[in-house]
């Protein structure tokens, strides 16, 4: 099936080093319909007191750095936001069912049989960044894509920066700046913007430059093996 009709106006497929990954702008970021229901969730997310009292995330850099991701199995965010039922759901679960199709996952899994692994909300304040990291090595089972979807992001907020290494035996490495700019490719965050990704990749967060928050919902799938024949 030819790629074509995937990639068309505000969508787009991207070669960066030796992977590819997918980049989807959600046109109706400003006033889908349940946009006010979801920023309350969200807000009242990093309100709860297991992520205010909790440390920094152990990527983060800087300023303070919010997250669920040690509550995922608690808040599991697609259920939360009632993504089946939604607009921006079913676009988000769409778009990511045409990104593994996009990046060649349906040639060795079953792509309309797609599993969370993890999911949760970042936000990150003033001065925060974080560090390369990638969210499977080689030989993880699970999981195999990552789709980042960002709700809000203000003037001169951190941006998206991958690395090029393949050494998939380190899991966490160096501030982006430490890397050499030929092995930076970086990807603009901005508000509606999805980038689904091998979840192999390496990468990082530039520093965030603003006192209003960025946010984000990561989401981390899988998916099942193909069926014998």
Known sequence: MGLAKYFQGNELKLSIFDFEI???DFKDIEDYPEKEQTTALIDSLFELPEVIN???VPDAQGGRALSTVHLCDSYVIPQLLDFKNSSLGRWILNKIYESALALGF???RDIRKMKYHRTWVNRMTN???ALAHRHAGV??????LVAIF???VPDNSADLIFINDNNYGVMRGDKYSDYDESNQHRIMSKSGRLVCHDARSFHAVSIHENDLPR????IEVGFAPLARK
Not at 139 to 144: L, M, N
Not at 215 to 218: E, F
């Open 22 to 24: 997918c980049l989807y």
């Open 106 to 108: 349906h040639e060795t």
């Open 54 to 56: 909790v440390g920094n």
């Open 127 to 129: 001065g925060c960044s």
């Open 215 to 218: 946010t984000c919902i990561i």
């Open 139 to 144: 030989d993880w089972v699970i999981p195999h």
């Open 150 to 152: 960002y709700t809000d």
